[in-house]
């Protein structure tokens, strides 16, 4: 078969919403961006036919930047002489849930490094603290790299960790996922979770019938068939346990890491990547415009081509800050950048069910 007839057998398949495979999205990255993102925005379409673009009032609270894990590409943790060490008590986490819930804020997000002070009992403790005196906040925290790493403070199992987890109030985990292809991780984050131990996380969430999402963090050096093996493992375990309610790919900022020669990726490889992963997750119900990491700017653009939500709008974040980027939104600005886009915005909650309409 031709090229051209290949393209065109491939747009079949995409505009008769069919599954593609990996060669096939591979192949998407060298489309026009124009065709690529009128073809990402019909498949949204066909999943989220609303034509209206959620945000959630929410609250990442980084409690620890301690962490035994010392990833290259992180600029967040603790390194002596150049990041000083924190952790927050349960009183100061409290009074910055408190804060959100006064903004009318609906989500915690709490995570942390993988720190050799916390035990489960800890984090146990944080997650009841927290929802006695807040039952209305929904908890969305923690991360499969810090389930496994109370899993194995504990020496108890991944399965005994989320149910204990859950048994004290968590609600949620973020799937927070970086490149789940073992030769990057070898390199840039050799003793946090492999690939094969995030899968088993989110099938233990499965098994509790805990909810997540799933984040791609690409830009790190991999090749375009390695960052399909990131959505490949994505789209496998959400066949097998349908917890993905959001993908969210963002690019690796270099800055302030120990991976200073990596060029950081640019706009276009931005948007192409949101609209391929809308059209290859078929199986994913919300994909995320990044604006945290990219912008506003380019997180609008993505809400054509592809993406339906914007995540949250936060109170406070500090992991992306500490690569020196530094981006702040308020609701108003969310609003108008979305009704700019000719749909409406509305707040939902952590099942994405609408709050309030603008
Ligand atoms: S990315 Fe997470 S696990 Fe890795 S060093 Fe940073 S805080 Fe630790």
Partial sequence: MTSRAQSASLEDKIYGCQRINNSEAASLFDWRLTALGRAADFRRRAVVPEQHVGF????????????????????????????????????????????????????????????????????????????????????????????????????????????????????????????LVDRIRDKVSPRKLSAAQWCDVMEGLHAHGMKSSATMTYGMGETIAERMEHLDTVRRVQDRTGIIQAFIPWSFSPAQTRMPDISAADGIDYLKTVAISRIYLDNVEHIQAGWLTEGLKPAQIALAMGADDMGGVLMEETVVKATGVRRTAHMEQFIDLIRNTGRAAVQRDSQYRIIKRF
């Fill in 56 to 179: 959630i009032l929410d609250r990442i609270i980084n409690f620890t930047n301690v962490c035994r894990a010392e990833c290259a590409f992180c600029a967040y943790h603790a390194r002596a002489g150049r990041v000083a060490a924190y952790r927050l008590s349960t009183d100061d986490i409290c009074a910055r849930v408190q804060e959100l819930a006064e903004a009318g804020g609906t989500q915690v997000m709490l995570q942390g490094g993988l720190d050799p002070e916390y035990g489960l009992n800890d984090y146990l403790e944080m997650v009841k603290a927290v929802k006695t005196r807040f039952p209305d906040i929904w908890l969305h925290s923690f991360s499969p790299a810090e389930i496994v790493h109370m899993a194995e403070q504990s020496g108890k199992s991944i399965d005994a960790v989320i149910m204990a987890l859950k048994d004290a109030g968590l609600d949620s985990v973020p799937g927070a996922s970086d490149l």
